[in-house]
């Protein structure tokens, strides 16, 4: 065994102490957010919350969990979350897959097509006109379909199918497999890494979505959590929280924002640890040609 040399050890160690610098750095956002979550009025207005809470308070915490509307909202979400990354998914590896395909005719005009909408929209009103005139208003549609396809994810799983041995796909081909086949058989058990991805990428970007349901939902029990949310902030700053004392609005308007962050973020950072294993390997594999 070959021992570093001093040149080595010192690289380390210095190495060693940038990168611990840089996740206290990067975690304290979080744990600060955390800590005002759960601390009082008068502490988190005197800028005394660092890490710690200070004044330790549930009160939001208790006004948003006794909201039956809170559940139903989480339901919402939770919901339109799976489908719109379900629908994403099939989509996006349909349509990346067949780009894949050097040999298909037409190729660069589908790969300019997928590029021109990264750069140009239709816009918010034609949009909305849209979506109102095929009748997916107050639908989960409404929320999925308008943004099925995210061309960066796109193109990522293009690169990733690129760099799979064409080798396989012939030999499934000769094994009597179809196009259907041999991508379900074959291409998708090679590519966990990059569906992990693209799934994480999906879920965040729908769990975190607000604007849609803001926009094509007219109902309250139609809202994701986002939006319930986001009217609990605009509520508590303006002083308009019914059935709430002003001891307890005060509470509600100095934390809001932070217990909106730690709900919202929550599962998010439950998943990602099962899926961060994949993550680093399925984007660089999509992005490097090898």
Known sequence: MVRPSRSQRVFQGVNGVILTLVVLVTLYPFVNILARSFSGERQIRAGEVTLLPRGFNLTTYRIVFQDSMF???????????????????ILTTCYAY???????????????VAVFT????????????????????NSVWAI???????????????????NLPTELEEAAQIDGLSTYGTLLRIVLPLSKAVVATMVLFYSVSFWNSWFSA????????????????????????????????????????ANIQSVTIV???????????????????GVMLGAVKG
């Not at 067949?98 to 300019?112: A, I």
């Not at 816009?123 to 909305?128: A, E, R, S, T, W």
């Not at 379909?145 to 193109?155: D, H, K, T, Y």
Request: hydrophobic content about 50%; charged content about 10%.
């Open 71 to 89: 559940w139903r909202n989480y339901g919402n979400t939770v919901l339109y979350t799976v489908v719109a990354t379900a629908i994403a998914m």
């Open 98 to 112: 067949v780009l894949s395909k050097k040999h298909l005719r037409g190729r660069g005009v589908l790969v300019g």
């Open 118 to 137: 990264m750069f140009f929209t239709g816009g918010l009103i034609p949009n909305y006109i849209l979506v109102t005139s095929l009748g997916l208003k």
């Open 144 to 162: 999925a379909l308008p943004n099925a396809i995210s061309v960066f994810n796109l193109l990522v799983m293009k690169a990733f199918f690129e």
């Open 214 to 253: 803001f926009l094509y939902m007219d109902r309250t029990e139609l809202m994701p959590v986002t939006v319930y949310l986001r009217n609990l902030i605009q509520g508590a700053t303006g002083g308009g929280n019914a059935g709430a004392g002003t001891e307890q609005l005060s509470q509600v308007g």
């Open 263 to 281: 709900l919202t973020a929550l599962p998010i950072l439950c998943v990602y640890p099962f899926v961060q294993r994949y993550f680093v390997s």
